[in-house]
């Protein structure tokens, strides 16, 4: 049975963080806009005077570990805030109403101009991201995907740059977001989901 899950021992970064958590920047019922509009151990807020319940969810993520015909794996510098100019995986925020597939094939396409074939769950990872002066809570899903071409490839203005790097020599301290430096961490330990180890090797 996992321990007791809170904000101060499970989130990255936790003091730079806490003054941008929805608790500290939310002030008023978005239904009814009274300012009586409490946060709660639950992770939500209760509006005492409509009832009105909203809780703060982890939003789904993805992160594509792609490798090319040497068994290099595809690393992007972030062109943005935040983590500016660290490495990062190929990937992106999952919309409402999309699949984490489709969300990976939108995302390679969006960002690399990348046609990703197969596709297989990798691990997940809790993390942090603040953007605009709020910290919102992520899952990022992390899946090993198959691409056969890499000659169309195109950078939209979320990247600055790509390279493809050998796993054992990626400098893991390169890497700007926790739950991809934690992923990135054991994919050169795995390579392969663990799960799928020692499949299709007799
Ligand atoms: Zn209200």
Redesign the pocket.
Known sequence: MPGPLNRENNVYGYESLKNSFPEKVFR???????E??PFRQDNSFL??????VFFINAAAAVAALIEDSHGRLLLTRRAKEPMKGKLDLPGGFVDTGESAEHALERELVEELNLVVGEKAFFMSCPNTYEYAGLTYFTLDLAFVCKVSSFDAMQLDDEIDSFEFIAPDEIDLEEIGLASIRKIVSLYQAYKIPPFLEGRGSG
């Open positions: 008023f019922c978005p239904r009814c806009g009274s009586q509009f509006c005492e005077q409509c009832g009105f």
